[in-house]
């Protein structure tokens, strides 16, 4: 089984800089990957990007690329998130997930962290 714990979130003002932290525990095999997701209200959950826990591969969806840094800590077994310039409509909650395969849909991922809430204001 693998767990995976989110820290971090919280409100900030547009412009400004947010760092999100994930926690997966378990399995290694079942979080080969960690992924980034994000909901807003009313809206479908959206792929933000992902990692790869051993080559450190990442992937960006085009609304975030150059905002945002995806980078993982091998000796504190953390995946970080990393927002800059957060953007109002950057207002959602945060999710982790960890999977055996890189992907950017949320049926690619088996496990889920219980997510943290972002908030931008203007």
């Known amino acids: 089984q693998v767990q995976v714990v989110e820290s971090g979130g919280g409100l900030v003002q547009a412009g400004e800089s947010l760092r999100l932290s994930c926690a997966p525990s378990?399995?290694?095999?079942?979080?080969?990957?960690i992924g980034w997701f994000r909901q807003a209200p009313g809206k479908e959950r959206e792929f933000v990007g992902r990692i790869t826990w051993g080559a450190g591969s990442v992937y960006y969806t085009d609304s975030v690329k150059g905002r945002v840094i995806i980078s993982r800590d091998l000796v504190n077994n953390t995946v970080v998130l990393q927002m800059n310039s957060l953007k109002p409509e950057d207002t959602a909650v945060y999710y982790c997930a960890a999977g055996r395969f890189p992907g950017t849909r949320s049926l690619e991922y088996d496990y889920w962290g219980q997510g943290t809430q972002v908030t931008v204001s203007s």
């Open positions: 378990g399995r290694s095999f079942s979080r080969n990957v």
